[in-house]
């Protein structure tokens, strides 16, 4: 008796440690995969530039219709953020605040671990608490030729 139950904890713990490292996978995979859109989308508009505190993409000023879509498309969060002086501000988003209210115009997280490398030209994947949701995250810097103008985000809540 005490060896079949044994032998099924085993079993359970085998599977626990081998389906863990897919699921983190499979959650990265999605998070890449929503990142590519949302930069392909942006990217179809024309090439990123920062006009004042507005970030374009060619001629077009950036609202909600890309974030919108790629969220529609694969679920998740996703915002564009500008670069205005040291800082990266929520431009487009469909995060909300704990109030529940809108993310536009507020400031991403200085301390927050993306940060540091989106300020370095560098992109960051992994997680992130984002008013106080926790998520499976990636940023990628968005560049102009002169450097980094503002950031993408795509999470999904864990």
Known sequence: MHRNNFI???????????????????????????????????????????????????????????????????????????????????????VKKEDGTSAVGTALDPKSPAFAKLSAGEPYYGDATVFGKAYDAGYEPIKDTAGVVGAYFVGYPK
């Open 8 to 94: 099924a904890y085993f079993l359970a713990l085998a599977c626990f440690i081998i389906l863990t490292p897919s699921l983190a996978t499979a959650q990265s995979d999605k998070v890449k995969s929503a990142l590519a859109d949302l930069k392909a989308m942006a990217g179809e508009l024309g090439a990123p530039k920062l006009q004042g505190s507005d970030l374009y993409f060619g001629n077009d000023k950036v609202d909600n219709s890309i974030v919108d879509a790629v969220v529609k498309k694969d679920g998740g969060a996703a915002t564009l953020f500008a670069k205005n002086g040291d800082q990266f501000v929520r431009v487009a988003s469909t």
